[in-house]
């Protein structure tokens, strides 16, 4: 069974960072490329970052510069580095598995973390 453990958000003023975690398990992690995702209120889930499994990485535009992702396959956990985070990065974020489309892999998802960004 798959499962998607998120962590790390939290309430940070503008400019500030945070470090995300998921912890993963259920699906073999390491063959798998990862993302983040995130949804704000009133809007639909999109996509922020991919790890490709070989470690290529590849970010929204709206985060570029500012977001890092990484992996830990040893550990089944990817992150997400924000940094200089704005008020419009204020959303629940999600990992999945993701496919090259980009699209998340799984149908079923964590509980996800809250990032709030006040200004």
């Known amino acids: 069974q798959v499962q998607l453990v998120e962590s790390g958000g939290g309430l940070v003023q503008a400019g500030g960072s945070l470090r995300l975690s998921c912890a993963a398990s259920g699906f073999s992690f390491s063959s798998n490329d990862m993302g983040w995702f995130r949804q704000a209120p009133g809007q639909e889930r999109e996509f922020v970052a991919v790890?490709?499994?070989?470690?290529?990485?590849d970010s929204a535009d709206s985060v570029k510069g500012r977001f890092t992702i990484s992996r830990d396959n040893a550990k089944n956990t990817v992150y997400l580095q924000m940094d200089s985070l704005k008020p419009e990065d204020t959303a629940v974020y999600y990992c999945?598995?993701?496919?090259?489309?980009?699209?998340?892999?799984?149908?079923?998802w964590g509980q996800g973390t809250q990032v709030t960004v006040s200004s």
């Open positions: 999945n598995a993701i496919l090259f489309t980009r699209a998340p892999l799984f149908g079923s």
């Open positions: 790890i490709r499994s070989a470690g290529k990485i």
